[in-house]
């Protein structure tokens, strides 16, 4: 039989590590800590394969426990996944800017959290989220500098858009976009996490993550990849870089 995996969920709120450990429990063995300090002293000991935790917490915070933990070279490949206390656009940059390799929103759906952690521990060493192909002009502001590029592909998390020139890694940038078939366009800001040179080949690029970004859109464009599921044939491909990790 092989050995069950191991999941730290991290809450000062009783009710929310019940909900978790209850929820998670046909995943794996399910740990708890009402706290970061806590927390930190059971990755450290367990070892698990995937921490659950939430955002905003009395001492350290989610995300500054995220941050240690991705500077720890013997944890950090431990996928961590921040829980906000709201849809507030603000508290999700907040998670994304410290590594948190997913964020998800209270009040917790039971389905999306069961798939965002199974995910990681299908494959503990997968980043990229499901993508998709997507056809759509973006708009593109950098400070007081507007252009328009041209997404490609969209997943829950980033999108990757061709445009020339194309802003310097880590460049935050606000986008403007719609989604093929819904009319209402949706904003966001993002950070550039990888570049696509301009070739003979091929326009310039750019792996764009999403940073404040409300639920509300992150549902619309779930809704998108869920529908482009079902009416293509085949598997959705996943994505294997770090456009939108």
Not at 67 to 74: E, F, I, T, Y
Not at 136 to 154: D, K, M, S, W
């Amino acid at each position: 039989m092989e050995p069950r995996h191991t999941i730290l969920v991290i809450d000062d709120a009783s009710m929310f590590r019940e909900l978790g450990a209850l929820f998670l429990a046909r995943s794996g063995r399910v740990i708890t800590a009402d706290n970061c300090d806590q927390g930190l002293e059971a990755l450290r000991r367990e070892r698990p394969d995937v921490v659950v935790a939430d955002l905003l917490m009395p001492g350290m915070s989610g995300d500054a426990l995220c941050q240690v933990v991705k500077a720890d070279p013997d944890l950090c490949e431990t996928p961590v996944i921040l829980v906000t206390s709201r849809d507030d656009a603000a508290e999700r940059a907040r998670a994304v800017r410290s590594g948190a390799d997913d964020v998800i929103a209270k009040p917790i759906s039971r389905l999306a959290l069961i798939q965002v952690v199974n995910r990681f521990l299908r494959s503990p060493h997968f980043r990229g989220l499901t993508r998709v192909a997507v056809e759509t002009p973006v708009r593109i502001q950098v400070n007081n500098e507007h252009a328009v590029g041209h997404a490609r592909n969209l997943s829950r998390s980033g999108i990757f858009v061709e445009a020339d020139p194309t802003p310097a890694l880590a460049t935050e940038v606000a986008l403007r976009f719609r989604l093929p078939g819904v009319s209402d366009p949706l904003a966001t800001t993002a950070k550039v996490v990888w570049r696509r040179d301009h070739s003979e080949a091929a326009l310039g690029g750019m792996g764009l993550q999403f940073l404040a970004i409300d639920r509300t859109s992150i549902r619309r464009i779930e809704e998108f990849i869920y529908e482009f599921d079902l009416h293509t044939p085949g598997p959705l491909r996943p994505g294997s870089d770090a456009l939108i990790s």
